[in-house]
């Protein structure tokens, strides 16, 4: 696992190019000429993205096929390099995807996103263990182990991408082009690039910086990093027992990005929404979406977070059973709080891009990812913390970066931030009162069933307190839910 985290914090340096600036760009293009109806021109705005992404795309699987084994050794894991080549093809069909889902985005239509995104993980899912199974019972290394797994994602990423061209040539069936003039196509690359350019950069900080905590991590529990004339010594655990942690780190990581998974694509569905509230001046639709972006994407990490946060250790125990615990479950428990964090990271970022102020993220991005950094190095070094120092880092640049972007938002927040707080409050005081229940529940029933059961059982019975108090404290009510059922 250490070395399939480190492949892949390299390929989503990259990728993330792809599923950030540039599907947001397109989904806002389009949303903004779709609220004048010129169907003509959203369609000019797909046919350009699809082919300048397919040659972004092209140039970076290429760099990654041919300096996957650079990249591995420059930070300090090897035996990643066969991973990060196979995950090239991944890379390339990421940029293709990027186009596809920006369109349907932009039209409001999540349905094929959502469903491409299935694809993806079921064939990573399946495949990927399938053939991961076969090359580990062969007595392959780990280099060749990790690589079979990540072979499941570029399969899993082609069959997206197939279905998503089958998915955008029925959508057209039903759109009727009206005749409208559209603008040039070097009109339209300035404009992609001008709102793109910004969001990727803000998004790549953050995976360049997990780029560079994978550097100072492996280098500082191994001999030491050097910094021209500043060295810092290493904890001197050896390359087997670094690649490791780093296995242990990047597991608790995974939970953690289980609950945000279901927020990114929440912040990305509100976007087009919010933006066409926005162009057309419905100070009441930006009011409702404002409260609305809040509400959901609070409703669901919340309780993720304060769960994970109190119930690390049986939740660690039933996802890893064979995993280290002792640094595992603290790491996992930090995380819950950054689960809670990033949330609001994530939707404030998407609020503002959706006002058209794309640069500000950026800045609150850099400052947050550049603390990370310097408190990582701190920490890591830290015989007591070592690798545990990592997530403390992380919750500390989400808070810095949440500081920023609400002040960044003051100015549009007039009328909003009262309705704000209060969805804000009821949902952390049934979140708190779940987190209770969790507690109380877990002593008895892990003492009676075991860690793994009876903390599971635990997961369940606090999971239905929680379902039952968001509707006690009226953070959402029936009626709501079916009016959203009904425009789904």
Same mark, same amino acid.
């Given at each position: 696992m250490g070395v399939f985290y480190s492949a892949y914090d390299i390929y989503n340096m &990259?990728?993330?190019?792809?599923?950030?600036?540039?599907?947001?760009?397109?989904?806002?293009?389009?949303s903004e000429t779709l609220v004048s109806g010129n169907h003509d021109e959203a369609e000019r705005i797909y046919q350009v993205a699809v082919r300048m992404f397919t040659v972004i795309g092209a140039v970076i699987a290429g760099f990654m096929f041919i300096f996957g084994d650079w990249l591995a050794g420059m930070?300090?894991?090897?035996?990643?390099?066969?991973?990060?080549?196979?995950?090239?093809?991944?890379?390339?069909?990421?940029?293709?995807?990027?186009?596809?889902?920006?369109?349907?985005?932009?039209h409001s239509v999540m349905t094929y996103? *959502?469903?491409?995104?299935?694809?993806?993980?079921?064939?990573?899912?399946?495949?990927?263990?399938?053939?991961?199974?076969?090359?580990?019972?062969?007595? *392959?290394?780990?280099?060749?182990?990790s690589a079979a797994a990540i072979t499941g994602v570029s399969v899993g990423a082609v069959?997206?991408?197939? &279905?998503?061209?089958?998915?955008?040539?029925r959508f057209d069936r039903g759109t009727v082009m009206t005749g409208m003039p559209v603008r040039s196509t070097k009109a339209i690359v300035k404009e992609l690039f001008r709102i793109a350019i910004p969001v990727s950069l803000g998004a790549s900080v953050m995976s360049v910086v997990n780029v560079i905590d994978n550097f100072i991590i492996m280098h500082l529990l191994q001999e030491g990093i050097s910094f021209g004339p500043l060295k810092m010594a290493g904890l001197d655990f050896g390359y087997e *027992?670094?690649?490791?942690?780093?296995?242990?780190?990047?597991?608790?990581?995974?939970?953690?990005?289980?609950?945000? *998974?279901?927020?990114?694509p929440f912040t990305v569905s509100i976007l087009p929404v919010l933006t066409a509230a926005w162009t057309a001046r419905d100070r009441e639709g930006v009011r409702k979406n404002l409260t609305g972006c809040f509400k959901y994407s609070l409703m669901l990490a919340l309780p993720a977070g304060i769960g994970m946060l109190i119930l690390a250790a049986p939740i660690f125990s039933i996802l890893y059973p064979r995993g280290n615990a002792e640094d595992g479950v603290p790491m996992l428990a930090i995380f819950g709080i950054a689960v809670i964090l990033y949330a609001v990271v994530s939707v404030t970022g998407a609020i503002l891009q959706a006002f058209g102020r794309v640069n500000l993220p950026l800045v609150?991005?850099?400052?947050?990812?550049?603390?990370?950094?310097?408190?990582t190095t701190v920490l890591v070094s830290m015989p007591a913390l070592n690798i545990k120092g990592a997530p403390i880092a992380t919750c500390v640049c989400y808070a810095v970066m949440i500081t920023m972007n609400l002040i960044f938002l003051r100015p549009y927040m007039k009328g909003c931030a009262k309705s704000i707080l209060l969805n804000v409050a009821k949902t952390a005081a049934a979140a708190i009162l779940m987190g209770g229940a969790a507690y109380l529940l877990a002593i008895p029933l892990e003492s009676a069933l075991g860690l793994k059961i009876g903390g599971m059982l635990a997961i369940v019975l606090a999971a239905a307190v929680y379902a039952v108090l968001i509707f006690v404290f009226r953070v959402v009510t029936v009626d709501e839910l079916k009016n959203i059922r009904r425009r789904g």
């Open positions: &990259f990728a993330v190019l792809a599923s950030a600036g540039l599907p947001v760009a397109v989904s806002r293009m389009i930070i300090g894991n090897p035996d990643a390099g066969l991973s990060i080549r196979v995950l090239a093809v991944t890379a390339f069909c990421a940029f293709v995807m990027s186009a596809l889902r920006g369109y349907f985005q932009g996103t *959502a469903v491409s995104q299935v694809i993806e993980a079921v064939v990573k899912l399946v495949l990927g263990i399938v053939l991961a199974v076969i090359v580990v019972r062969a007595g *392959a290394g780990d280099s060749s182990s069959l997206a991408v197939i &279905f998503l061209l089958i998915s955008k040539r *027992a670094a690649k490791g942690l780093n296995g242990v780190f990047g597991n608790a990581k995974k939970i953690f990005n289980f609950p945000s *998974a279901f927020i990114v609150s991005l850099t400052v947050g990812g550049v603390i990370k950094c310097v408190l």
